[in-house]
């Protein structure tokens, strides 16, 4: 089947990516301490990042829209996450995202014959642990009180109060 992709998003969408990314290389990247992490959500915040008191993203998250990022208060984005948010990635209180996990927003539809983008929100609400290494699909929601295992692959809802685990969670 031969397809070809074609991105819909728009001019305003891409300049803004475009110097997102510079200024994500070249200064978001390099305030690697902890004791930093105030200069990286301020940076974030100019972007159009939502972020409440006492949260935290590592200088190692790869964030593709942070206009698209909502974080809530005491909840943290650990390093070497990859929040691919085309969507809305909404992340409520005393969250913990561990490191390696994957926040994957979008994907193409392969029965497009030019390959669409679609995209959807991702939702993990308060109280809740995504264990490391995790992927997270778009139109998830992670109910609160809930902790999603080590390496799992999460494609549908996870209900409130749940350990899930595996793949598929």
Known sequence: MKSTYKNKLSF???????????????????????QLNSIRIIILRIFGAKIGKN????SCVKIWSPKNLIIGENSWIGPKCNVYNVGNVIIGNNVTVSQNTHLCGATHDYKSKNFDLIYGDIKILNNTWIAADSFIFMNVSIGPN???????????TIPQNSIAGGNPA
């Open 146 to 156: 809930s902790i999603v295992g080590a390496r799992s692959v999460v494609f549908k």
């Open 12 to 34: 305003n969408n891409k300049l803004y990516r475009l110097i997102w990314n510079i200024v994500n290389f070249s200064i978001f990247r390099i305030l690697i301490t902890n």
């Open 55 to 58: 949260s935290g993203v590592y």
